[in-house]
């Protein structure tokens, strides 16, 4: 239950993060992208389970239900895409480069660049079985890879397919493996505790010494703090969400993310409209609306996923005998 609320009310963040290129509060803006997209692969590694299928069943369900919204939505919205770069001279060439995500930008619906990492991360995790390593060999192997990534941000190695992002994001997948074996041994009363440190850790490297940040752009400011932020941040971000477990509707948030990534920038597009016609943009009410429709958007598409779930379950990456049972 903790785990759907922290994906559910991730996603308000993930949606008002996006809107708030438009406003005001840029701290708010460099608070949530300090921390809420490598929430996401901590947490992804933190739910990662030992296979029980072959190696090409395991990777051909995960490329059912990554790789298969991911394609049907670049597609769909490339008019969007044409739309808005028509007129910017650029060739056929990098245009198919990055409708193809072969330079590490998804097109015009770039938040879909997250579901083509994430498939990249498991294809890896399991490669290496990384879920059957020690509890050593885990904080070990998390920060070699999270070195790897220094030195794949520092010397600005450009990798296609968003492999320099995936390096990177490896080790926030590793760190949550890790945390998920750490919390099974660690006695509960500790939490409250570790929970307040990160708290005060992450405000310090998040949003006191390191800028704002775009993973998606590898744009990461102090590299090191933005790791340490990341991680800090989740583990707050985890506390926050355990307290707010049984709140159903965020919960049902949690198990309707896919569809929600690949087709939120339509909507925040047609918003940053809106608001730029009625000349709001650059306002404190914009901000303040941004925070209310972000919100509110997430209640509007339960039952759009709902129809989604039980007639086109392949858009969300859901098997249909599940979503019909």
Request: glycine share 6%.
């Amino acid at each position: 239950d903790w785990i759907d609320t922290a994906k559910g009310l991730g996603m308000v963040l993930v949606i008002y993060g996006h809107l708030l290129y438009g406003g005001i509060w840029s701290i708010v803006n460099r608070a949530i992208y300090s921390f809420h997209m490598p929430m996401y692969f901590v947490l992804s590694g933190y739910v990662a389970h030992r296979r029980t299928t072959t190696l090409k069943s395991y990777f051909s369900r995960k490329a059912y239900e990554l790789l298969l919204p991911s394609a049907i939505f670049i597609v769909a919205t490339l008019p969007i895409y044409y739309f808005f770069t028509r007129d910017s001279g650029t060739n056929l060439s990098e245009h198919l480069k990055t409708i193809l995500f072969v330079n590490g930008q998804v097109a015009y619906n770039s938040p879909i660049w997250f579901l083509i990492v994430l498939f990249q991360i498991i294809v890896v995790f399991e490669i290496i079985r990384g879920i059957q390593y020690p509890i050593p060999v885990k904080a070990v192997t998390a920060l070699l890879l999270f070195v790897l990534g220094y030195l794949v941000y520092t010397f600005s190695v450009s990798l296609p397919f968003g492999t320099d992002k995936t390096i990177i994001c490896l080790g926030f997948f590793m760190t949550g493996s890790l945390m998920r074996d750490l919390c099974e041994i660690l006695p509960k009363r500790v939490f409250p505790a570790i929970v307040c440190v990160s708290a005060i850790l992450w405000f310090l490297c998040g949003v006191v010494f390191n800028g704002k940040v775009s993973l998606y752009r590898m744009e990461l400011g102090r590299y090191w703090l933005f790791i340490a932020s990341g991680l800090t941040g989740s583990i707050l971000w985890f506390g926050i969400c355990w307290t707010l477990r049984k709140v159903s509707v965020f919960q049902r948030w949690g198990q309707n993310t896919i569809f929600v990534v690949c087709t939120q920038y339509v909507g925040i597009t047609l918003f940053r409209t809106v608001m730029s016609h009625i000349k709001l943009t650059s306002t404190v009410y914009f901000d303040i609306i941004a925070l209310v429709v972000s919100s509110a958007a997430m209640f509007a598409y339960m039952p759009i996923c709902s129809f989604i779930n039980v007639y086109l379950p392949f858009l969300a990456g859901k098997e249909e005998k599940i979503c019909r049972v």
